[in-house]
């Protein structure tokens, strides 16, 4: 693929991901009535019996996580990916699978542990996504050949995202749930498009030497 064609695929992905985020974050938050995002799990924009719901899950939800699987796959395709980190890659489709699985099964309003069948499916997406997205984020940690500012950088973000995770699924911290889970995923989320990027960079690189 031309260098330059890739540089723009690899840009515009990139920014259509983030874009597309924050458009179902905010965008769904705008239209939903009493909606807090302070309080209320992110999953809840989309929750059953609920004004808008098809439209933020199948217009938003979706998109992004149509997108960032897109992302995951051109990054592994162009970018030079070896050992542990080949696994973390594909496990970060938890993510997207989530997201998408939720406008197919949404929860029922508040999230909670037990519910009807679309609620449960909503559950096992859900642990099934943050696991993964865990695990993703300690193989990055211990890949090989990776400098160590790099390697306690992915392992900061697998115990922010496990940290974080944790204290949102406590009762006691339920008024600030919503504002847990969202700094979660800005944090990681932000880590691994900038990563994708510097990925993206130096297959380019590698690409203009031969």
Request: hydrophobic share 50%; aromatic share 12%; charged share 10%.
């Amino acid at each position: 693929m031309d260098l330059s064609i890739k540089r723009k695929i690899s840009a515009s992905l990139i920014c259509a991901v983030a874009i597309s985020y924050l458009a179902m974050l905010f965008g769904g938050g705008m239209v939903k009535p009493n909606y807090s995002h302070l309080a209320q799990y992110i999953s809840e924009l989309n929750a059953t019996d609920t004004p808008y719901t098809s439209l933020i899950g199948y217009l938003g939800f979706v998109p992004f996580g149509v997108l960032s699987a897109i992302l995951i796959v051109f990054v592994f395709s162009q970018a030079p990916i070896h050992g542990v980190t080949k696994v973390g890659v594909w496990l970060l489709f938890a993510e997207p699978v989530a997201y998408i699985g939720s406008a197919i099964a949404p929860c029922d309003i508040g999230c909670p542990a037990t519910g009807g069948t679309s609620q449960a499916v909503h559950n096992a997406l859900g642990i099934f996504t943050y696991i993964g997205t865990w695990s993703a984020l300690l193989l990055f940690a211990f890949a090989p050949k990776i400098r160590i500012n790099r390697r306690i950088l992915w392992l900061s973000c697998s115990i922010v995202w496990i940290v974080l995770f944790s204290l949102m699924m406590d009762g006691s911290f339920s008024p600030v749930r919503g504002g847990l889970q969202r700094l979660a995923e800005w944090i990681v989320y932000s880590t691994l498009l900038i990563a994708a990027w510097r990925v993206l960079s130096r297959s380019r690189e590698c690409t203009r030497e031969k």
